[in-house]
C-alpha cells in the first residue's frame, strides 16, 4: 500500500474511529467522570471529520468541507470544556463558542466567498495553535498538586500540537493543489501524518489523566471517613506521627484534644441511628468551623470519638480551643428531620513534651477524657491536671 495522503487519510480515520470506541467502552465503566464523556464526544466528532476527509473526492466539495470544519470545531470546543471540567474551572461560555464561530466564519468565507485551500489551511492552523495552547496553559495553570505529573504530561502533547500547527502555518502548499487538500504537498503530508501520531499521544494523556485522578480519589477515601468526611483513625495516627516530629525540630509545641459525644448511647437510642449520624456529621461540621488552619488535623477517631491535633498551639490555646468547640456544640444542636437534638461533648487534653509519640499523647488524652465524663461531662480536661493530682 503507497504512503500518499489517500492511504494516511483513511488511515487516520481508522485510527481515531478507533480511539473513539475505546474511549466510548471505558465511558461505560467510568461512568461517573464528566470530563470522559466530553472527550469521548470530541473524538466523536473528531472522527466524523476524518471520514470526510478520507471521502472527500466522492462527496460535493462545499458541503463535505463545510460539515467537516463543524465537526472539527465541536470536537475542539468539547476536548476544551472536558479539560476544564477535569479540573474543576469553569469556562465562560461565550469564549470557546466566538472562538468557534470565528474559525467556521472564515473557513466558509474562504471556501464560497472567496476560495483558498492555502488561507482555510492556515485558518485552521491558527485555531488548532489556540485551542490546544488554551489547553495546555488550562492544565498548567490550574493542575491540582496531587495531579502535576499527569498534567504536565498532557500540557506537553497539547503544546506539541500547538506547535506542530504554528509550524504548518509558515509551509508551503503545492502550486497546483487547487482546492484539493489531498494534493497540498509533502509538507502539509508530513504534518497531517505528524498530527495523528500526536493525537494518538492526545489520547494516552488523556487516560494517564483519568488514571491519576482515580488513583488519587482512591487515596483520599482510603484516609476518609465516609460518614463525616474527616480523616479517619488510620490517616490520624499516620499524619500526626510526621506532624508531630516536624513541630518536634521548629521547635514548636503542639496540643491533641480528644472529643466525646456525651451520651451518645441515649441518642441513639431515643431517636434511633439515622440520627446519630446525622449528630456525628454535624460534630464534625462544628469542629471544622472552630478549627480552620489548614495546618491542624481533624479525624474521626472512632464510634463518637474525635482527634484535633492542634501545631503550634501551647496549653492555654488548646484550652481556648476547646471550649470554642464545647460552646459552638452547646448553642448548636443538631437538627433531626424537624428535631432539635441537644449536643454537648467531653473532652480530654494532651500537650507533646517531646517524649512520647502520637500514640502515648492519645493514651494521656484518654485518660484526661474518661476523667472530664466521670466528672460530669460538657467540660475539658488536661492529662497535665491529672498527673499534678
Partial sequence: MPLDFPTIAVLGFLLCLGIAMGFSLLLLVLRRQPALR????????????????????????VAGILVGNVAVALSGVLMLYGVARHLGRRLPGWQPLALATTYLGAI???????????????????????????????????????????????????????????VRLFLPVAPDAGEDIMRAGSPVFATYLAGLILELARCFALVLLLVERM???LQRLARTDVLTGLLNRG???????NLLQVVRRTPRPLALLLLDVDHFKQINDRWGHLAGDAVLRHVADVL???????????????GEEFVVVLPGADAAQALQCADRIRRSLRESPARVESLLVPVTASIGLAIDAGRDDIARLL??????????????????????????D
Wanted: net charge positive; with cysteine; charged share 15%.
Fill in 363 to 388: 493514651g494521656d488524652a484518654d485518660t484526661a477524657l474518661y476523667r472530664a465524663k466521670a466528672e460530669g461531662r460538657d467540660r475539658t480536661i488536661s492529662a497535665a491536671a491529672i498527673l499534678v
Fill in 38 to 61: 466530553l472527550w469521548t464526544a470530541s473524538l466523536w466528532m473528531l472522527s466524523v471529520s476524518l471520514t470526510l476527509v478520507a471521502l472527500r473526492p466522492y462527496l460535493p466539495q
Fill in 235 to 241: 490517616a490520624v495516627l499516620a499524619d500526626g506521627a
Fill in 288 to 302: 471544622a468551623g472552630c478549627v480552620a488552619d489548614r495546618e491542624h488535623l481533624l479525624g474521626r477517631y472512632g
Fill in 108 to 166: 466558509a468565507f474562504f471556501l464560497v466567498v472567496h476560495p483558498s485551500l492555502v488561507i482555510r489551511l492556515n485558518v485552521f492552523s491558527v485555531f488548532a495553535v489556540l485551542l490546544n495552547a488554551w489547553m495546555a496553559w488550562l492544565l498548567l495553570r490550574h493542575a491540582p498538586p496531587a495531579q502535576r505529573t499527569s498534567c504536565r504530561l498532557a500540557a506537553a502533547v497539547f503544546a506539541a500540537q500547538a506547535l506542530l500547527y504554528l
Fill in 215 to 217: 488513583l488519587v480519589d
